[in-house]
């Protein structure tokens, strides 16, 4: 595929995007003092949502129980829409799920699927082209997918 100079291209996410890779419970203690009910040691459950190696979204809870039937709601409240954070760092860092690291090649799709494996018509105006970006670690993406595939791709560097 041949890019002409100054040709918008598309960044297409990763089928396997997730928004995030790791969510952390932790117990956050705290000595809580006062002169009228007395000195103790207070804990609560701080969860945080964390985005290839960023920390993107937290809640509090006062105890594990209570973080964990919280979480479904603050799941889906911090996704729709994605976070602006995510949009950002998207941009700098491998397109591989998970992954921390920056991108050294771009790689512009030759075809699109649906996510049922169907070639998709570029004739409906989404004829722009496409493209990926990997890390040296993830730049070999195998033989096995349709669109995630070696044979899909065009690399150059970025």
Excluded at 36 to 46: C, P
Aim: with cysteine.
């Amino acid at each position: 595929m041949t890019i002409k100079l100054g040709e918008k291209m598309w960044h297409k996410r990763h089928s396997d995007f997730e928004c995030y890779d790791k969510v952390t419970f932790e117990i956050v203690p705290r000595y809580k003092t006062s002169g009228l009910s007395g000195d103790e040691w207070r804990q609560h459950v701080e969860v945080t949502f964390w985005f290839k190696g960023h920390a993107i979204y937290n809640y509090g809870a006062r105890d594990m129980q209570a973080a964990a039937m919280l979480f479904g709601h603050h799941f889906f409240e911090s996704t729709f829409p994605i976070s602006d954070k995510i949009i950002k760092l998207e941009e700098d860092l491998c397109d591989q799920p998970g992954c921390t690291n920056p991108p050294t090649h771009r790689y512009i799709l030759k075809d699109l699927f649906s996510s049922r494996g169907e070639k998709l018509d570029k004739s409906d105006g989404s004829d722009r082209p496409h493209y990926r970006k990997f890390c040296q670690k993830h730049g070999t993406r195998g033989d096995c997918g349709l669109e995630d595939s070696d044979r899909n791709y065009t690399k150059e560097p970025i």
